[in-house]
Protein backbone atom coordinates (compact mmCIF):
# COMPACT_ATOMS: atom_id res chain seq x y z
CA UNK A 1 0.00 0.00 0.00
CA UNK A 2 1.21 3.50 -0.89
CA UNK A 3 1.59 6.51 1.90
CA UNK A 4 -0.86 8.83 0.58
CA UNK A 5 -1.30 12.80 2.56
CA UNK A 6 -4.74 13.43 3.21
CA UNK A 7 -4.68 17.48 3.11
CA UNK A 8 -7.21 19.00 5.06
CA UNK A 9 -8.15 21.64 7.46
CA UNK A 10 -11.49 22.14 9.55
CA UNK A 11 -10.98 26.22 8.23
CA UNK A 12 -12.09 25.17 4.78
CA UNK A 13 -15.72 24.99 5.57
CA UNK A 14 -15.38 28.64 6.97
CA UNK A 15 -15.61 29.95 3.58
CA UNK A 16 -19.55 29.60 2.84
CA UNK A 17 -21.93 30.82 0.46
CA UNK A 18 -23.99 34.12 1.01
CA UNK A 19 -26.64 32.27 -1.51
CA UNK A 20 -27.75 29.19 -2.60
CA UNK A 21 -24.49 27.77 -4.75
CA UNK A 22 -22.99 24.86 -5.60
CA UNK A 23 -19.43 25.49 -4.77
CA UNK A 24 -20.60 25.05 -0.43
CA UNK A 25 -18.86 23.42 2.47
CA UNK A 26 -21.04 20.71 2.41
CA UNK A 27 -19.48 19.45 -0.58
CA UNK A 28 -15.77 18.64 1.88
CA UNK A 29 -18.50 17.56 4.63
CA UNK A 30 -19.86 14.60 2.44
CA UNK A 31 -16.32 13.66 1.58
CA UNK A 32 -14.52 13.37 4.83
CA UNK A 33 -17.79 11.87 5.96
CA UNK A 34 -17.83 9.30 3.16
CA UNK A 35 -14.27 8.97 3.69
CA UNK A 36 -14.28 8.44 7.09
CA UNK A 37 -17.45 6.16 6.97
CA UNK A 38 -15.77 3.47 4.14
CA UNK A 39 -12.40 3.34 6.67
CA UNK A 40 -9.87 5.23 4.03
CA UNK A 41 -9.06 8.42 6.06
CA UNK A 42 -7.28 6.38 8.53
CA UNK A 43 -5.57 4.92 6.15
CA UNK A 44 -3.72 7.90 4.70
CA UNK A 45 -1.40 10.50 6.31
CA UNK A 46 -3.01 13.25 7.79
CA UNK A 47 -1.18 16.84 6.97
CA UNK A 48 -2.39 19.77 7.96
CA UNK A 49 -2.03 22.71 5.78
CA UNK A 50 -0.45 25.83 7.18
CA UNK A 51 -0.95 29.57 5.62
CA UNK A 52 1.86 29.96 2.68
CA UNK A 53 5.14 32.48 2.39
CA UNK A 54 3.71 36.01 0.38
CA UNK A 55 6.53 34.48 -1.77
CA UNK A 56 4.88 31.65 -2.61
CA UNK A 57 1.19 32.88 -3.62
CA UNK A 58 3.39 35.92 -5.16
CA UNK A 59 4.92 33.44 -7.30
CA UNK A 60 1.69 33.40 -8.96
CA UNK A 61 -0.41 36.35 -8.35
CA UNK A 62 -0.49 40.30 -8.65
CA UNK A 63 0.01 42.04 -5.31
CA UNK A 64 -2.71 44.65 -6.48
CA UNK A 65 -5.20 41.90 -6.90
CA UNK A 66 -4.36 40.25 -3.86
CA UNK A 67 -4.66 43.93 -2.07
CA UNK A 68 -8.12 44.03 -3.98
CA UNK A 69 -9.32 40.49 -3.13
CA UNK A 70 -8.79 40.99 0.89
CA UNK A 71 -10.30 44.46 1.05
CA UNK A 72 -13.41 43.00 -0.76
CA UNK A 73 -13.53 40.62 1.57
CA UNK A 74 -13.04 43.01 4.71
CA UNK A 75 -15.59 45.10 3.45
CA UNK A 76 -18.18 42.42 3.11
CA UNK A 77 -18.98 42.34 -0.51
CA UNK A 78 -20.90 38.90 -1.62
CA UNK A 79 -19.06 38.27 -5.04
CA UNK A 80 -16.03 39.13 -6.73
CA UNK A 81 -16.37 40.96 -10.21
CA UNK A 82 -18.73 38.24 -11.65
CA UNK A 83 -21.70 37.09 -9.93
CA UNK A 84 -20.84 33.66 -9.86
CA UNK A 85 -17.89 33.87 -7.43
CA UNK A 86 -19.01 34.43 -4.24
CA UNK A 87 -17.15 35.97 -1.54
CA UNK A 88 -17.15 36.11 2.90
CA UNK A 89 -15.18 37.52 5.05
CA UNK A 90 -13.16 34.37 5.54
CA UNK A 91 -13.05 33.68 1.84
CA UNK A 92 -9.41 35.56 1.26
CA UNK A 93 -8.06 33.66 3.99
CA UNK A 94 -9.25 30.72 3.37
CA UNK A 95 -8.08 30.60 0.18
CA UNK A 96 -4.77 31.27 1.32
CA UNK A 97 -4.92 27.95 3.51
CA UNK A 98 -6.56 26.20 0.23
CA UNK A 99 -3.30 27.09 -2.05
CA UNK A 100 -1.62 26.33 1.38
CA UNK A 101 -3.28 22.58 1.11
CA UNK A 102 -1.73 22.28 -2.53
CA UNK A 103 1.26 23.75 -0.92
CA UNK A 104 1.46 21.58 2.32
CA UNK A 105 0.83 18.36 -0.95
CA UNK A 106 3.41 19.07 -2.78
CA UNK A 107 5.64 19.40 -0.06
CA UNK A 108 5.04 15.73 1.44
CA UNK A 109 5.23 14.14 -1.89
CA UNK A 110 8.39 16.38 -2.48
CA UNK A 111 10.09 15.52 0.51
CA UNK A 112 9.24 11.69 0.06
CA UNK A 113 7.22 11.41 3.53
CA UNK A 114 4.50 10.47 1.21
CA UNK A 115 4.29 8.79 -1.73
CA UNK A 116 1.26 10.66 -3.32
CA UNK A 117 -0.94 13.44 -1.59
CA UNK A 118 -4.76 14.18 -2.09
CA UNK A 119 -5.69 17.37 -1.12
CA UNK A 120 -9.63 17.89 -0.25
CA UNK A 121 -9.40 21.75 -0.61
CA UNK A 122 -11.69 24.70 -1.10
CA UNK A 123 -12.06 27.03 -2.40
CA UNK A 124 -11.18 25.24 -5.89
CA UNK A 125 -8.19 27.51 -8.80
CA UNK A 126 -8.25 26.63 -11.80
CA UNK A 127 -10.21 29.64 -13.29
CA UNK A 128 -8.06 31.73 -10.87
CA UNK A 129 -5.78 33.58 -13.06
CA UNK A 130 -2.75 36.01 -12.11
CA UNK A 131 -5.02 38.82 -11.19
CA UNK A 132 -8.81 37.42 -11.62
CA UNK A 133 -10.80 35.29 -9.62
CA UNK A 134 -14.32 33.59 -11.65
CA UNK A 135 -15.95 30.66 -12.04
CA UNK A 136 -15.98 30.41 -7.58
CA UNK A 137 -11.74 30.04 -7.94
CA UNK A 138 -9.70 32.82 -6.35
CA UNK A 139 -6.49 31.81 -5.73
CA UNK A 140 -4.72 29.05 -8.36
CA UNK A 141 -4.06 26.60 -6.00
CA UNK A 142 -2.58 24.22 -8.65
CA UNK A 143 -0.58 27.18 -9.73
CA UNK A 144 1.19 27.48 -6.77
CA UNK A 145 1.83 24.28 -5.97
CA UNK A 146 3.57 23.72 -9.42
CA UNK A 147 5.76 27.29 -8.34
CA UNK A 148 6.75 26.11 -5.11
CA UNK A 149 7.92 22.90 -6.42
CA UNK A 150 10.12 24.36 -8.27
CA UNK A 151 11.11 27.33 -6.27
CA UNK A 152 11.71 25.21 -3.12
CA UNK A 153 12.16 21.22 -4.23
CA UNK A 154 14.60 22.00 -7.10
CA UNK A 155 11.72 20.58 -9.82
CA UNK A 156 12.40 21.47 -13.11
CA UNK A 157 9.29 20.10 -15.20
CA UNK A 158 5.49 19.92 -13.69
CA UNK A 159 2.93 18.52 -15.49
CA UNK A 160 -0.77 19.42 -14.76
CA UNK A 161 -3.42 17.09 -15.71
CA UNK A 162 -6.51 18.58 -15.27
CA UNK A 163 -9.76 16.73 -15.77
CA UNK A 164 -12.55 18.74 -14.09
CA UNK A 165 -15.01 19.46 -16.73
CA UNK A 166 -14.36 22.91 -17.38
CA UNK A 167 -11.37 24.52 -19.06
CA UNK A 168 -8.60 25.21 -16.63
CA UNK A 169 -8.54 29.25 -17.78
CA UNK A 170 -6.78 30.31 -14.84
CA UNK A 171 -3.77 27.67 -14.90
CA UNK A 172 -3.83 27.89 -18.60
CA UNK A 173 -2.69 31.82 -18.88
CA UNK A 174 -0.53 31.29 -16.00
CA UNK A 175 1.75 29.07 -18.16
CA UNK A 176 0.65 30.06 -21.56
CA UNK A 177 4.26 30.98 -22.30
CA UNK A 178 6.26 28.56 -19.84
CA UNK A 179 7.47 25.52 -21.45
CA UNK A 180 8.16 23.86 -17.59
CA UNK A 181 4.77 23.62 -16.61
CA UNK A 182 2.92 21.73 -19.39
CA UNK A 183 -0.92 22.14 -19.16
CA UNK A 184 -3.15 19.64 -20.50
CA UNK A 185 -7.05 19.93 -19.83
CA UNK A 186 -9.90 17.50 -20.66
CA UNK A 187 -12.93 19.52 -20.74
CA UNK A 188 -16.50 19.65 -22.33
CA UNK A 189 -16.52 22.14 -25.40
CA UNK A 190 -16.04 25.51 -25.13
CA UNK A 191 -18.83 26.32 -27.29
CA UNK A 192 -21.36 24.66 -24.71
CA UNK A 193 -19.55 25.24 -21.47
CA UNK A 194 -18.41 27.42 -19.25
CA UNK A 195 -15.42 29.28 -19.44
CA UNK A 196 -15.50 29.22 -22.81
CA UNK A 197 -12.22 28.83 -23.84
CA UNK A 198 -9.89 25.52 -24.19
CA UNK A 199 -10.03 24.93 -28.04
CA UNK A 200 -7.63 22.46 -29.75
CA UNK A 201 -5.33 24.71 -31.30
CA UNK A 202 -4.72 26.68 -27.81
CA UNK A 203 -1.19 25.25 -27.59
CA UNK A 204 0.70 28.01 -25.57
CA UNK A 205 2.70 31.07 -27.03
CA UNK A 206 6.43 31.68 -27.44
CA UNK A 207 8.44 29.69 -25.64
CA UNK A 208 5.67 27.83 -23.95
CA UNK A 209 4.47 26.52 -27.69
CA UNK A 210 3.35 23.11 -27.05
CA UNK A 211 3.52 23.15 -23.18
CA UNK A 212 -0.61 23.57 -23.24
CA UNK A 213 -2.60 20.31 -24.52
CA UNK A 214 -6.65 20.81 -25.09
CA UNK A 215 -8.51 18.30 -25.34
CA UNK A 216 -12.44 19.52 -26.08
CA UNK A 217 -15.37 16.66 -25.52
CA UNK A 218 -18.96 16.92 -27.21
CA UNK A 219 -21.64 16.81 -24.87
CA UNK A 220 -22.43 13.12 -24.39
CA UNK A 221 -19.01 11.96 -24.04
CA UNK A 222 -17.63 9.63 -21.45
CA UNK A 223 -15.37 7.31 -20.27
CA UNK A 224 -14.98 5.53 -23.96
CA UNK A 225 -13.97 9.29 -25.07
CA UNK A 226 -12.14 10.08 -22.20
CA UNK A 227 -9.77 6.75 -22.29
CA UNK A 228 -8.88 7.49 -25.68
CA UNK A 229 -7.94 10.72 -24.71
CA UNK A 230 -5.76 10.35 -22.33
CA UNK A 231 -4.00 6.82 -24.32
CA UNK A 232 -3.87 8.45 -27.54
CA UNK A 233 -3.66 12.36 -26.47
CA UNK A 234 -1.84 12.70 -23.23
CA UNK A 235 0.33 10.01 -23.18
CA UNK A 236 2.52 10.45 -26.36
CA UNK A 237 2.53 14.30 -25.17
CA UNK A 238 4.02 13.01 -21.28
CA UNK A 239 6.74 10.80 -23.46
CA UNK A 240 7.64 13.88 -25.10
CA UNK A 241 7.91 16.20 -21.82
CA UNK A 242 9.33 14.00 -19.34
CA UNK A 243 7.76 15.24 -16.06
CA UNK A 244 9.55 15.09 -12.72
CA UNK A 245 5.88 15.91 -10.61
CA UNK A 246 2.48 15.23 -11.80
CA UNK A 247 -0.32 17.44 -10.53
CA UNK A 248 -3.72 16.44 -10.85
CA UNK A 249 -6.79 19.05 -10.83
CA UNK A 250 -8.78 17.22 -10.02
CA UNK A 251 -12.68 17.58 -10.57
CA UNK A 252 -14.89 15.28 -10.51
CA UNK A 253 -17.72 17.68 -12.68
CA UNK A 254 -17.83 15.53 -15.52
CA UNK A 255 -19.65 12.46 -14.15
CA UNK A 256 -22.97 12.35 -15.57
CA UNK A 257 -24.79 13.08 -12.37
CA UNK A 258 -23.52 16.42 -12.57
CA UNK A 259 -25.59 19.46 -12.93
CA UNK A 260 -23.10 21.81 -13.99
CA UNK A 261 -22.19 19.59 -17.40
CA UNK A 262 -23.09 17.75 -19.87
CA UNK A 263 -20.18 14.89 -20.31
CA UNK A 264 -21.31 11.24 -18.91
CA UNK A 265 -17.93 9.89 -17.39
CA UNK A 266 -19.00 7.39 -14.58
CA UNK A 267 -17.03 5.90 -11.41
CA UNK A 268 -14.90 3.56 -14.02
CA UNK A 269 -13.98 6.68 -15.54
CA UNK A 270 -12.42 8.02 -12.75
CA UNK A 271 -10.91 5.01 -11.89
CA UNK A 272 -9.16 5.18 -15.29
CA UNK A 273 -7.80 8.06 -15.79
CA UNK A 274 -6.59 8.16 -11.99
CA UNK A 275 -4.37 4.91 -12.90
CA UNK A 276 -3.18 5.96 -16.05
CA UNK A 277 -1.83 9.10 -14.62
CA UNK A 278 -0.48 7.40 -11.68
CA UNK A 279 1.23 4.49 -14.07
CA UNK A 280 2.72 7.79 -16.16
CA UNK A 281 4.01 9.14 -12.75
CA UNK A 282 5.80 5.76 -11.92
CA UNK A 283 7.76 5.65 -15.60
CA UNK A 284 8.51 9.28 -15.59
CA UNK A 285 8.57 10.70 -12.18
CA UNK A 286 9.01 8.17 -9.24
CA UNK A 287 5.25 7.50 -8.53
CA UNK A 288 5.02 11.43 -7.71
CA UNK A 289 1.54 12.72 -7.83
CA UNK A 290 -0.45 15.40 -5.70
CA UNK A 291 -3.94 15.46 -6.58
CA UNK A 292 -5.86 18.66 -5.94
CA UNK A 293 -9.65 18.92 -5.46
CA UNK A 294 -11.11 21.21 -7.98
CA UNK A 295 -14.87 21.00 -8.71
CA UNK A 296 -17.39 17.86 -8.72
CA UNK A 297 -21.25 19.33 -6.97
CA UNK A 298 -23.16 16.14 -7.30
CA UNK A 299 -22.44 15.22 -3.67
CA UNK A 300 -23.58 11.34 -3.96
CA UNK A 301 -21.06 11.03 -7.30
CA UNK A 302 -18.47 13.02 -6.09
CA UNK A 303 -17.99 10.85 -2.65
CA UNK A 304 -18.23 8.06 -4.42
CA UNK A 305 -15.85 8.93 -7.52
CA UNK A 306 -13.27 10.86 -4.64
CA UNK A 307 -13.60 7.13 -2.84
CA UNK A 308 -11.84 5.58 -5.75
CA UNK A 309 -9.63 8.66 -6.93
CA UNK A 310 -8.12 7.54 -3.21
CA UNK A 311 -8.32 3.68 -3.55
CA UNK A 312 -6.40 4.20 -6.43
CA UNK A 313 -3.84 6.50 -4.91
CA UNK A 314 -3.18 4.12 -2.06
CA UNK A 315 -2.74 1.65 -4.78
CA UNK A 316 -5.10 -1.01 -3.41
CA UNK B 1 -22.86 48.72 -37.95
CA UNK B 2 -21.31 50.32 -40.88
CA UNK B 3 -18.19 48.74 -42.86
CA UNK B 4 -16.15 51.77 -42.22
CA UNK B 5 -15.70 50.35 -38.47
CA UNK B 6 -14.79 47.17 -39.71
CA UNK B 7 -12.40 47.72 -43.10
CA UNK B 8 -8.77 48.01 -42.93
CA UNK B 9 -7.99 51.61 -43.51
CA UNK B 10 -4.18 50.96 -43.99
CA UNK B 11 -4.79 49.46 -47.26
CA UNK B 12 -1.62 47.99 -49.77
CA UNK B 13 -2.29 49.41 -53.36
CA UNK B 14 -0.62 48.64 -56.37
CA UNK B 15 -0.94 51.13 -59.78
CA UNK B 16 -1.89 49.84 -62.88
CA UNK B 17 1.91 50.25 -64.22
CA UNK B 18 3.36 48.31 -61.58
CA UNK B 19 4.36 44.62 -62.08
CA UNK B 20 2.94 41.33 -61.44
CA UNK B 21 6.37 40.32 -60.06
CA UNK B 22 6.09 43.72 -57.83
CA UNK B 23 2.33 43.05 -56.95
CA UNK B 24 3.05 39.24 -55.87
CA UNK B 25 5.87 40.58 -53.77
CA UNK B 26 3.23 43.21 -51.90
CA UNK B 27 0.79 40.64 -51.18
CA UNK B 28 3.17 37.77 -49.28
CA UNK B 29 4.70 40.88 -47.94
CA UNK B 30 1.32 41.73 -46.48
CA UNK B 31 -0.03 38.26 -46.50
CA UNK B 32 -3.11 39.62 -48.05
CA UNK B 33 -4.60 37.39 -51.36
CA UNK B 34 -5.48 41.10 -53.45
CA UNK B 35 -4.62 44.82 -53.73
CA UNK B 36 -6.80 47.01 -55.31
CA UNK B 37 -5.08 49.17 -58.32
CA UNK B 38 -5.44 52.68 -58.37
CA UNK B 39 -4.65 55.81 -60.80
CA UNK B 40 -2.30 58.13 -59.23
CA UNK B 41 -5.12 60.11 -57.95
CA UNK B 42 -6.17 57.66 -55.23
CA UNK B 43 -9.55 56.37 -57.88
CA UNK B 44 -10.27 52.69 -57.72
CA UNK B 45 -9.62 51.16 -61.26
CA UNK B 46 -9.12 47.68 -60.64
CA UNK B 47 -8.41 44.81 -58.18
CA UNK B 48 -5.83 41.97 -58.65
CA UNK B 49 -5.67 38.75 -57.01
CA UNK B 50 -2.93 36.44 -56.33
CA UNK B 51 -5.30 34.34 -58.67
CA UNK B 52 -5.21 36.53 -61.48
CA UNK B 53 -1.41 36.25 -61.61
CA UNK B 54 -1.36 32.81 -61.53
CA UNK B 55 -3.60 32.09 -64.20
CA UNK B 56 -1.37 34.76 -66.08
CA UNK B 57 1.46 33.20 -65.83
CA UNK B 58 0.33 29.20 -66.06
CA UNK B 59 -0.04 29.18 -69.35
CA UNK B 60 3.42 30.34 -70.34
CA UNK B 61 4.33 27.75 -67.82
CA UNK B 62 2.66 24.69 -69.67
CA UNK B 63 5.12 25.65 -72.80
CA UNK B 64 7.46 22.92 -73.01
CA UNK B 65 11.03 24.45 -71.80
CA UNK B 66 9.46 27.58 -69.66
CA UNK B 67 11.81 27.91 -66.76
CA UNK B 68 11.64 29.71 -63.45
CA UNK B 69 13.40 32.55 -64.62
CA UNK B 70 11.23 33.00 -68.09
CA UNK B 71 8.50 33.34 -65.46
CA UNK B 72 9.83 35.94 -63.44
CA UNK B 73 10.94 37.84 -66.78
CA UNK B 74 7.20 37.54 -67.71
CA UNK B 75 6.27 38.51 -64.25
CA UNK B 76 8.60 41.80 -64.31
CA UNK B 77 7.24 42.41 -67.92
CA UNK B 78 3.71 42.41 -67.33
CA UNK B 79 1.75 45.56 -65.79
CA UNK B 80 -0.69 44.44 -63.13
CA UNK B 81 -3.37 46.70 -65.87
CA UNK B 82 -2.94 43.85 -68.48
CA UNK B 83 -4.76 41.21 -65.85
CA UNK B 84 -6.52 42.90 -63.26
CA UNK B 85 -10.30 42.66 -62.49
CA UNK B 86 -11.92 46.11 -64.10
CA UNK B 87 -15.49 45.72 -62.53
CA UNK B 88 -14.63 45.93 -59.41
CA UNK B 89 -17.94 44.91 -56.58
CA UNK B 90 -16.88 47.55 -53.92
CA UNK B 91 -18.63 48.38 -50.89
CA UNK B 92 -19.54 52.75 -50.33
CA UNK B 93 -18.43 54.42 -47.13
CA UNK B 94 -21.75 54.25 -46.00
CA UNK B 95 -22.85 50.84 -46.54
CA UNK B 96 -23.42 48.49 -43.39
CA UNK B 97 -22.06 45.63 -42.48
CA UNK B 98 -24.65 43.39 -43.58
CA UNK B 99 -24.64 45.17 -47.12
CA UNK B 100 -20.73 43.45 -47.15
CA UNK B 101 -21.96 40.53 -45.79
CA UNK B 102 -24.26 40.27 -48.63
CA UNK B 103 -22.02 41.74 -51.84
CA UNK B 104 -19.47 39.47 -50.49
CA UNK B 105 -21.87 36.21 -50.33
CA UNK B 106 -23.56 37.27 -53.66
CA UNK B 107 -20.54 37.71 -55.53
CA UNK B 108 -18.44 35.58 -54.40
CA UNK B 109 -15.40 38.18 -53.80
CA UNK B 110 -13.04 37.61 -51.39
CA UNK B 111 -12.77 41.14 -50.77
CA UNK B 112 -14.31 45.24 -50.93
CA UNK B 113 -12.27 47.97 -52.08
CA UNK B 114 -14.41 50.38 -49.95
CA UNK B 115 -14.87 53.38 -52.04
CA UNK B 116 -16.18 57.03 -50.82
CA UNK B 117 -18.25 59.28 -52.94
CA UNK B 118 -15.10 60.60 -55.08
CA UNK B 119 -14.59 57.21 -55.79
CA UNK B 120 -11.51 57.19 -53.71
CA UNK B 121 -10.26 54.13 -51.60
CA UNK B 122 -10.71 54.59 -48.29
CA UNK B 123 -9.78 51.08 -47.03
CA UNK B 124 -10.86 47.39 -47.64
CA UNK B 125 -13.20 44.66 -45.50
CA UNK B 126 -12.14 41.08 -46.52
CA UNK B 127 -14.18 38.23 -45.44
CA UNK B 128 -11.95 37.68 -42.39
CA UNK B 129 -12.69 41.00 -40.69
CA UNK B 130 -16.68 40.28 -41.49
CA UNK B 131 -15.83 36.85 -39.57
CA UNK B 132 -13.71 38.49 -36.95
CA UNK B 133 -17.05 40.48 -36.35
CA UNK B 134 -18.71 37.39 -35.91
CA UNK B 135 -16.25 36.61 -33.48
CA UNK B 136 -17.19 39.50 -31.11
CA UNK B 137 -20.94 38.92 -31.75
CA UNK B 138 -21.23 35.45 -30.86
CA UNK B 139 -19.59 36.58 -27.89
CA UNK B 140 -16.63 33.40 -28.23
CA UNK B 141 -13.36 34.11 -26.07
CA UNK B 142 -15.48 35.30 -23.69
CA UNK B 143 -15.76 34.24 -20.15
CA UNK B 144 -19.26 32.60 -19.95
CA UNK B 145 -22.03 29.76 -20.44
CA UNK B 146 -23.99 29.01 -23.29
CA UNK B 147 -27.91 28.30 -23.18
CA UNK B 148 -30.06 27.86 -26.30
CA UNK B 149 -33.78 28.30 -25.48
CA UNK B 150 -36.40 27.77 -27.95
CA UNK B 151 -39.86 30.32 -27.55
CA UNK B 152 -43.11 30.60 -29.26
CA UNK B 153 -42.45 33.28 -32.06
CA UNK B 154 -44.20 35.89 -30.46
CA UNK B 155 -42.93 39.18 -29.14
CA UNK B 156 -42.13 39.24 -25.87
CA UNK B 157 -40.37 36.12 -25.46
CA UNK B 158 -37.21 36.91 -25.44
CA UNK B 159 -37.72 40.18 -23.14
CA UNK B 160 -38.82 37.48 -20.46
CA UNK B 161 -35.99 35.46 -20.88
CA UNK B 162 -33.47 38.46 -20.12
CA UNK B 163 -35.44 39.37 -17.09
CA UNK B 164 -34.93 35.54 -15.69
CA UNK B 165 -31.65 36.27 -16.23
CA UNK B 166 -31.53 39.50 -15.09
CA UNK B 167 -32.97 38.53 -11.66
CA UNK B 168 -30.10 36.34 -11.17
CA UNK B 169 -27.88 39.74 -11.46
CA UNK B 170 -26.09 37.72 -14.40
CA UNK B 171 -24.78 39.57 -17.87
CA UNK B 172 -25.96 38.73 -20.88
CA UNK B 173 -23.03 39.09 -23.19
CA UNK B 174 -24.58 38.23 -26.33
CA UNK B 175 -27.79 37.35 -28.02
CA UNK B 176 -29.15 35.91 -31.21
CA UNK B 177 -32.53 34.79 -32.47
CA UNK B 178 -33.15 32.68 -35.16
CA UNK B 179 -36.19 31.10 -37.04
CA UNK B 180 -36.72 27.27 -35.80
CA UNK B 181 -39.41 25.16 -36.41
CA UNK B 182 -43.00 26.04 -37.16
CA UNK B 183 -43.83 28.88 -35.09
CA UNK B 184 -41.05 28.57 -33.02
CA UNK B 185 -37.54 30.37 -32.43
CA UNK B 186 -34.43 29.71 -31.42
CA UNK B 187 -32.55 32.19 -29.25
CA UNK B 188 -28.93 31.56 -28.35
CA UNK B 189 -27.25 33.38 -25.23
CA UNK B 190 -24.07 33.76 -23.76
CA UNK B 191 -24.18 34.25 -19.81
CA UNK B 192 -21.20 35.48 -17.64
CA UNK B 193 -21.34 33.25 -14.82
CA UNK B 194 -20.24 29.44 -14.48
CA UNK B 195 -23.51 28.51 -12.45
CA UNK B 196 -25.96 28.13 -15.03
CA UNK B 197 -28.25 25.27 -13.18
CA UNK B 198 -30.49 27.48 -11.32
CA UNK B 199 -30.45 30.01 -14.77
CA UNK B 200 -31.89 26.88 -16.70
CA UNK B 201 -34.07 25.98 -13.77
CA UNK B 202 -35.82 28.99 -13.78
CA UNK B 203 -36.19 29.41 -17.86
CA UNK B 204 -37.37 25.82 -17.79
CA UNK B 205 -40.09 26.43 -14.95
CA UNK B 206 -41.37 29.64 -16.82
CA UNK B 207 -41.89 27.28 -19.78
CA UNK B 208 -39.53 27.53 -22.32
CA UNK B 209 -37.58 24.82 -23.46
CA UNK B 210 -34.05 24.87 -23.23
CA UNK B 211 -31.79 22.71 -25.55
CA UNK B 212 -29.51 19.69 -24.70
CA UNK B 213 -26.35 20.85 -25.94
CA UNK B 214 -26.02 17.97 -28.47
CA UNK B 215 -28.86 19.11 -29.69
CA UNK B 216 -27.70 22.52 -29.78
CA UNK B 217 -28.89 24.22 -33.35
CA UNK B 218 -26.52 27.28 -34.10
Redesign the interface.
Given at each position: MKRVAWVYHPDYLLHAPPF???ESPERLVAITDHLGRVGLIERMVPVTPEYPEDADILSVHDPEYLNKLEHACRRGDLTLD???TYLNRHSFNIALLSAGGAIAGAKAVAEGTVDRAFCAIRPPGH?AGSDVG???CLLNNAAVAARYLQARHGVGKVLIVDWDV?HG?GTQNIFLEDPTVFYFSIH?HP???????GRRWEIGKGKGEGATLNAPM???AGDGEFRTTFEQTLEPAVVRFRPEVILISAGFDAHRDD??A?LHVTEEGFRFMTRHVLALADRFCEGKVVSILEGGYEISSLTSCIEIHVRELLGE | MFVARRMKKNIVTAAPSASLFEARRRMLEHTIPQLPVVSEDGTLVGIVSDRDIRAAVLPAGLVPGFTAGEAERFMKSTPVERVMTRKVVTAALTDTLEDAIVLLHDFRVNALPVVDSAGKVAGIISRTDVLEAFIDAFGVGEVSSRLEVVVPDRPGMLAQLAAIIGSFHVNITSVLSIPHEEGKRADFLRVATMNVGPIRKAIEEAGFEILDPSKFIL
Amino acid sequence: MKRVAWVYHPDYLLHAPPFEHPESPERLVAITDHLGRVGLIERMVPVTPEYPEDADILSVHDPEYLNKLEHACRRGDLTLDSEDTYLNRHSFNIALLSAGGAIAGAKAVAEGTVDRAFCAIRPPGHHAGSDVGMGFCLLNNAAVAARYLQARHGVGKVLIVDWDVHHGNGTQNIFLEDPTVFYFSIHEHPTFLYPGTGRRWEIGKGKGEGATLNAPMAPGAGDGEFRTTFEQTLEPAVVRFRPEVILISAGFDAHRDDPLADLHVTEEGFRFMTRHVLALADRFCEGKVVSILEGGYEISSLTSCIEIHVRELLGE
Amino acid sequence: MFVARRMKKNIVTAAPSASLFEARRRMLEHTIPQLPVVSEDGTLVGIVSDRDIRAAVLPAGLVPGFTAGEAERFMKSTPVERVMTRKVVTAALTDTLEDAIVLLHDFRVNALPVVDSAGKVAGIISRTDVLEAFIDAFGVGEVSSRLEVVVPDRPGMLAQLAAIIGSFHVNITSVLSIPHEEGKRADFLRVATMNVGPIRKAIEEAGFEILDPSKFIL
